[in-house]
């Protein structure tokens, strides 16, 4: 799930060398490599949480904790809604 978090924010972050990607974007990358390189089952948890209307998906977002905090957050946020 980590990994899954990780390679979206990686995608849609801007980064020194090139702005962030859109989210639509992002979320075909994503699509495209559930099975191989990320968790399926973990993919399409994720595809379920980002998709629906409610989902927080923030813009330009400094994080003041490691990433992989950001990323456990997010999935007990992602577990308590499914």
Sequence with gaps: MTAVEDTYNALTGDRPYRKGMAQEKALQIVEEVKGTQLCPDCVDVFLKYITTEDAYVP????????????????????????
């Design 59 to 82: 813009r330009r977002v400094t994080f003041k904790i490691p990433v992989s905090r950001v990323a456990l957050y997010t999935l007990s946020l992602m577990v308590e809604r499914t």
